[in-house]
């Protein structure tokens, strides 16, 4: 089967750094997404990764090792709208998008 | 400028009472996607168009019909909503042209489902 795991939830504290890990196990690999997802609101994409290492923007970087089927999210200077939940999705081999159920973090001030 | 634009944002009906929601966009993407998700879950894929494409997920009951009359609009129709039905239904689009891993989908606000 397939299989995406993240944790449940996490707390971070405002200002602080936060690596929110995804593993993966899929029929095959065409890439990987991380999604933020406010409360009630739908989910806006932040980062794709295809090929292995450290993609950066801003205050938010990706990280994937497709060997070990592992990503994370790198979030720095935590904001408190930075508040929400974060998904990771696996791109399998038949272009389908597999979703993790994310991992909802807290900021705290 | 909204994109993907979902009607209503919050929907009530009653056991049984077929439900109609509704999604257009402004992008002229290809794909558009129907997504239900329940709290604290993955979005769940229950069917996309590509183009006219119609593709249902295996699982997505027989309850749950989709329409595409053009390339703007998608309407999910629930024939006869059971309890286990409430959940923030997502429409999302992408562009579905050239190399199909690497494109995001794009999603509306979502339509939350209660059943009364």
Not at chain 2, 20 to 47: E, G, I, R
Not at chain 2, 75 to 90: T, W
Request: aromatic letters at 12%; proline letters at 4%; charged letters at 15%.
């Amino acid at each position: 089967g397939q299989n995406i795991d993240q944790p449940t939830e996490m707390t971070a504290t405002e200002g602080a750094i936060v690596q929110i890990n995804c593993t993966y196990q899929t029929s095959g690999f065409n890439g990987l997404f991380w999604y933020q997802q406010h409360a009630g609101e739908a989910p806006t994409f932040l980062s794709y990764n295809v090929l292995d290492g450290l993609e950066e923007k801003g205050r938010f970087s990706s990280f994937l090792s497709r060997s070990k089927g592992y990503s994370y999210l790198l979030l720095k200077e935590l904001q408190m709208k930075d508040s929400a939940s974060y998904l990771c999705a696996v791109v399998d081999s038949n272009y389908q998008l597999i979703w993790g159920a994310g991992t909802k973090l807290i900021i705290k001030p | 400028d909204a994109m993907v634009i979902q009607n209503p944002r919050y929907q009530v009906t009653q056991f049984g009472k077929p439900v109609t929601l509704s999604c257009s966009q402004t992008l002229n993407h290809n794909v558009m996607y129907w997504y239900q998700q329940k709290s604290s879950q993955a979005p769940k894929l229950l069917f996309h168009y590509y183009d006219k494409d119609f593709n249902n997920e295996a699982d997505t009951p027989d309850n749950f019909q989709s329409r595409r009359p053009n390339t703007s609009f998608c309407f999910l129709d629930i024939r006869s909503p059971g309890l286990g039905d409430a959940a923030m239904y997502l429409c999302a689009t992408s562009s579905g042209e050239g190399d199909a891993s690497n494109q995001p989908q794009h999603f509306g606000d979502g339509t939350r489902l209660s059943i009364l």
